[in-house]
Structure formats: structure tokens, C-alpha cells
């Protein structure tokens, strides 16, 4: 099934003038996405649309919203600048194509975060994002602290009490006896979601109205306020954009009103730290290396599962050894680890049908301005009356044929040219991925392994005789491998 994609078009009135026009975005596009073998199904214009702001507008908001549907799965736009022009914006575009695995595609800066050397895009986005965060946070810091050493309550208020003013908080009559109730019950059942479940039986529901969970229940309980100790300044949020506890020396202590007494809320504590301690952790899943990349000729999906040590068809339930496709897929990066003269004849090869391409769009922009010279004697002829007004159109409608369908090769070419760049780019990066892996598989651990695999694998098929490897952008010559079962090529 082919990639659905859209088309961005935003281009100024000042620039259609210079003939950066819609269709010649609209052919550059269209050339690539043929190349790629894409489906361009919408197109999103926003001609004479400002550059200051344009997320609110409603052509920007359908493609959102395509995005999220999945209707299409990329946008390809002419620069970044042409996309958004201002940061922000941008990492909000970004944001959105990564929460719904989509591309974005630009063509003026030969980015495809389809392809592996373009996903690093989005690092870098990701990177920026990261750094306006920072910045908030750092510029809100000082001020978040010197409120919170002062006492100011900031944020939710918690579940029993209620906002007088603006950073201050009371105990709210309706809610402290449910919240008492909760260490009463909880003594009783030794479980928070028996608790859970009695509260919402008897019609009591959270802030928002909701029901109470497990989770809440056991985040009220342990919290110390109800005791009348309020913490501050006491979590933060990572790097990761996770909340998480601040060292005690941080933290600032207040008192609050009283709920429950400090034996009543220390009982309940000590209950549910024995209980902590006594609960097995779960372990971390383990790591396969093909997981998601692995699958059976019938078309299911090969997992591990739990203590076996093979691979699973979840449909006809045809199995292959962790070790065999390991040793298959090494054994098969000796036909993909092509020799330097090889990768560098490829290579040559495509820089010269790059530049053979640029020449081409050369020619055809001197032939063009060789027209309109032309074009604008015959204006200049008409003028002095050298041409009558009826036979003006007769010598004026051939140069004026020629530059249009001249014009109309132009963005071709260039769209040829934009994917051309990108599958000798990517396939420069997989092929030094690839010889990294195999030449270090011995040396690598097994998480390093898997970041590699998911950067040169397509998909893997295991059928009863035979294993097909096909890896991404690889070189015309090599496109996909072969092995039977038993790791021997068949050639």
C-alpha cells in the first residue's frame, strides 16, 4: 500500500510575481512523491497567507487534523520557511508528525524524516523544544521558589481542602470527612482499590468529578498534609518532562489545617510501606533484537514468547531460534557490506546524474530568458508599429507556449534532484550503519544492536525453507538477501 501524503503550498503575492509560483511548488512535490512512489492525496494552501502566524488557519487545521486521522501520513513543503516562521510554531507542527508517526518533508533543505539520516531532524527539533522549556523554566524559577519559601500555595489544591483567595487554602467541609474516611477504610480493607471502589459506591467523586481510582487513593493517603504538614518546592520536572522529587533539603514545610491526627495517618503509612517492601518488582522486558521487524510468510507478527527461546508466529505459530535469525541476519550484512570501490562507483554515479540534472535546469533557464528577450522586442516592435495589434498574437503566442512548457521542466528536475539527494545521503548513512554493526556485533550490547537494526531494517519474512532480509536504501544491485533456514545462501 503506497504512502499518503499532502502537499503544503504557502507562497506570497511578492514571490508568485517572481514566479515561485503554487503549480511550481505544486510539480516539484509532485515529482518526488512519484519518485518515492508516494500518493499525494490533498493539497493545503495558503497563498498570501502571513508568515507571523499560521496554525489558526483553517487550511492548517485540516492538515492537522488529516494528520491525526491518518488520511495522510507526511506533508511535503517547499522550506521550512514556507512551513512556519516562527520557532514556535514549528515545534508544534513537529510535535503533532511525532505523536502520529507522520513525515515531514522539506524540499529546499533536503529534509525526509522518512528516511534514517532525516530523522535526525526531529533530534533536533526535539533538542529545541528541550532548550525552550529550559528557559521557561528557568525564567518562572526564582519566582516559583521565593512563593513557595513564603508559604503561597500554588497549583491543585489538594482533595479536603478549598482556595480562599488567590494562595491561600482552608479545609472544605464536604470533602475533609470523605478524605478522613479514606485512612478509616483503608485500615479496614488493606487495599486501595477496595477503597476506591467503596467511595464511588456511595456517590463521592474527585475535584474534576470523577471517579477515585487506586492510584488517587494511595496518593492522598501517603500525602502529609491532611496531618497538617504541607510540602513545597518539592518536586520538579526532569529533562525527560517527568515529574519527580526534589531533594529534601529543597523542600519548604508549612503548617495546614489538620484532617486526620498524626497516629491515625502514621498507622495507615506504616501499612503501606510494609506492603511496598513485601511486593515483587516487575523486571524490565527484556529486549529482542527483531521485535516489530520479524514476520511469517502467512503474514503474522513473530514474538517471544514468555521463557521460550524462539521466535512465534502469532497466526500459524512457525518458529525460529533467537540464535539462528541472529547468525542469519550477521551473516547476511557480508553480501550488504559492498566494497569501498563499489559504494563509491555507485556514488560517482549519482552525483554525475545530479549534476547532469542541474545542467539540464541550466540550459532550459537560458532558454527562457533568450524567449522573453525575444518576447520583449516583439513588444517593442509593437509599440513603434512595426507590428500591427491583429498579427501581434500571431508572433507572440509561440515564445509565450515555449516558456510555459520550459517553466513546467524546471520543478520536475528539481524534484528529481531533491530525492536523488536523499536516497544518496541515506543510503551513504545505512551503509556505514550496517558495516558498524557487523564489524563490532561482538562488541556491542544488545540495546546498541537493536538501535542499528532499527535504523538499516525494512522487515524480515521467515518462511519454512528460506529468510528474506530486506534492509532500507540500500544500493540498486543488492536490494534485498536471501538465506534458507539453516543460514546458507541461496544464490
Not at 519518485?35 to 502566524?53: C, M, P, R
Not at 529545541?128 to 526564582?142: A, D, G, Y
Not at 492522598?220 to 525527560?240: F, M, W
Amino acid at each position: 500500500m503506497k504512502k499518503r501524503v499532502g502537499v503544503w503550498i504557502r507562497v506570497s503575492t511578492k514571490l508568485q510575481q517572481n514566479s515561485d509560483s503554487p503549480e511550481h511548488h505544486l510539480e516539484k512535490a509532485k515529482m518526488y512523491a512519484d519518485l518515492k512512489e508516494w500518493d499525494i492525496v490533498e493539497e493545503y494552501h495558503l497563498e498570501a497567507v502571513s508568515g507571523k502566524s499560521v496554525m489558526a488557519h483553517h487550511e492548517a487545521q485540516r492538515m492537522l487534523r488529516d494528520i491525526q486521522s491518518g488520511h495522510i501520513q507526511g506533508l511535503i513543503f517547499s522550506k521550512i520557511a514556507r512551513l512556519a516562521r516562527n520557532v514556535k510554531e514549528l515545534l508544534e507542527f513537529s510535535d503533532h508528525f511525532q505523536e502520529y508517526n507522520a513525515d515531514l518533508v522539506s524540499l529546499g533543505e533536503s529534509i525526509d524524516t522518512s528516511s534514517p539520516s532525516g530523522r535526525f531532524f526531529y533530534t533536533i527539533i526535539s533538542a529545541m523544544s528541550q532548550w525552550e522549556r529550559e528557559n521557561i523554566v528557568e525564567r518562572i524559577k526564582s519566582s516559583v521558589e521565593v512563593r513557595a519559601k513564603m508559604g503561597k500555595v500554588m497549583g491543585a489544591i489538594p482533595y479536603g481542602y478549598k482556595r480562599v483567595g488567590k494562595e491561600e487554602m482552608d479545609i472544605d467541609e464536604k470533602e475533609a470527612p470523605i478524605r478522613k474516611m479514606m485512612y478509616t477504610l483503608f485500615l479496614e480493607h488493606q487495599r486501595f482499590g477496595t477503597v476506591a471502589k467503596i467511595l464511588n459506591d456511595k456517590g463521592h467523586r474527585t475535584k474534576r468529578n470523577s471517579l477515585f481510582s487506586g492510584t488517587s487513593i494511595k496518593r492522598l493517603l501517603k500525602d502529609p498534609t491532611a496531618k497538617g504538614i504541607r510540602r513545597s518546592h518539592y518536586t520538579k520536572v526532569n529533562k525527560e518532562g517527568k515529574t519527580e522529587i526534589r531533594d529534601k533539603e529543597d523542600w519548604y514545610i508549612h503548617e495546614a489545617p489538620r484532617i486526620v491526627s498524626d497516629e491515625l495517618w502514621d498507622e495507615v503509612n506504616q501499612l503501606i510501606t510494609k506492603q511496598e517492601k513485601g511486593r515483587i518488582q516487575p523486571l524490565n522486558k527484556k529486549v529482542h533484537l527483531f521485535t516489530s521487524y520479524l514476520f511469517c510468510e502467512c503474514g503474522g507478527k513473530m514474538y517471544i514468547p514468555s521463557g521460550n527461546p524462539k521466535y512465534t508466529c502469532k497466526k500459524c505459530k512457525r518458529k525460529i531460534g533467537i540464535e539462528d535469525i541472529e547468525e542469519i541476519f550477521k551473516e547476511q550484512l557480508t553480501e550488504f557490506i559492498l566494497s569501498k570501490e563499489e559504494v563509491n562507483r555507485y556514488f560517482d554515479g549519482t552525483h554525475t546524474i545530479v549534476n547532469d540534472k542541474k545542467e539540464e535546469i541550466k540550459i532550459i533557464q537560458s532558454k527562457v530568458e533568450k524567449l522573453e528577450i525575444k518576447i520583449q522586442k516583439l513588444f517593442d516592435l509593437h509599440e513603434k508599429g512595426q507590428i500591427e495589434t491583429d498579427r501581434f498574437k500571431e508572433f507572440y503566442d509561440k515564445p509565450n507556449r515555449e516558456i510555459k512548457e520550459l517553466k513546467m521542466k524546471i520543478p520536475q528536475l528539481e524534484g528529481e534532484i531533491y530525492a536523488l539527494n536523499d536516497q544518496f545521503k541515506s543510503s551513504g548513512y545505512i551503509i556505514e550503519e550496517a558495516r558498524s554493526l557487523y564489524e563490532n556485533w561482538d562488541k556491542l550490547d544488545k540495546l546498541q544492536k537493536r538501535n542499528i537494526i532499527e535504523i538499516i531494517t525494512e522487515k524480515i519474512i521467515v518462511s519454512e525453507q528460506e529468510v528474506t532480509i530486506n534492509l532500507n536504501y540500500i544500493l540498486p544491485k543488492a536490494s534485498s538477501f536471501k538465506s534458507t533456514a539453516n543460514g546458507l545462501h541461496r544464490l
